[in-house]
């Protein structure tokens, strides 16, 4: 899903940083497992927070309120590589630093990727019934909370399905694992910016890169 040339801007430039890309392709490519659930639901909006019909969902913030506008309905997910991509990586900082490195930011964009095509999988679904979908978004971007994780996975019964569980911080593993949501029948948007985003100033942005 990510090739060794779009993985390698990331690393460096030269035939050193294309050979440490390929390896860590090869790597996550063995290793990764994608699996998702997903659905859709009509949505309520009372005292401005959102509601997902008949889950334990509430989207609260004006982010959110924004990409949904003119929106009935959300299409969510969760979506993981497995929990072999992380034991890769823990096993490869034992003796090759910078290979996990690499893998550990292939995986990021692996992930994204699969996102990417998701969402736009769905798109062509509606697209059939006459229908739009917004970009996705995902907790932690804006003012829509991280904590909003643990909800996603009930309402999606992603424990059950995918074996996500989170952290004490709110961190999903395996921890190339990724929630979202994104409106139906509104117009499309993408609000997904490093402005728009809870880790913006505490990172470097390689994960997200031109993707966003």
């Known amino acids: 899903m990510i ?17 440490l890309a390929k390896r860590a392709v090869d790597v996550v490519k063995g290793a990764a497992a994608n699996r998702c659930v997903e659905a859709t639901a009509g949505i309520i909006r009372e005292d401005g927070i959102i509601k997902v019909a008949n889950t334990v969902l509430t989207l609260p913030g004006k982010d ?24 890769e990586i823990e096993r490869l ?19 994204d990727a699969y996102c990417d095509e998701l969402e736009e999988r769905q798109r062509e679904r509606l697209a059939q019934k ?9 907790c932690g971007y804006g003012d829509l909370p991280l904590s909003l994780q643990a909800d996603f996975i009930e309402a999606l019964k992603a424990d059950k399905f ?3 569980r989170l952290t004490a911080g709110g961190m ?8 979202a949501v994104a409106g ?15 880790k913006r100033g505490s990172c470097d942005g390689g994960l997200c890169g031109d993707r966003l």
Request: aromatic fraction near 8%; include cysteine.
């Open 64 to 87: 959110i309120a924004q990409l949904l506008e003119g929106c009935d309905a959300v299409y969510y997910f969760c979506a993981t590589l497995g929990i072999e991509v992380d034991r």
């Open 184 to 198: 139906i029948g509104g117009e499309y948007k993408k609000i997904r910016s490093c402005d728009a985003c809870a």
């Open 172 to 179: 999903m593993i395996p921890s190339k694992s990724v929630s």
């Open 93 to 111: 900082k034992l003796g090759d630093l910078t290979l996990a490195y690499a893998v550990d930011l292939c995986a990021g964009l692996w992930v």
């Open 130 to 138: 006459g229908l739009t979908l917004t970009g996705r978004f995902s």
């Open 162 to 164: 995918l074996g996500i």
């Open 3 to 19: 090739t060794p040339e779009e993985l390698a801007k990331y690393l460096g430039s030269g035939d050193d940083a294309l050979a």
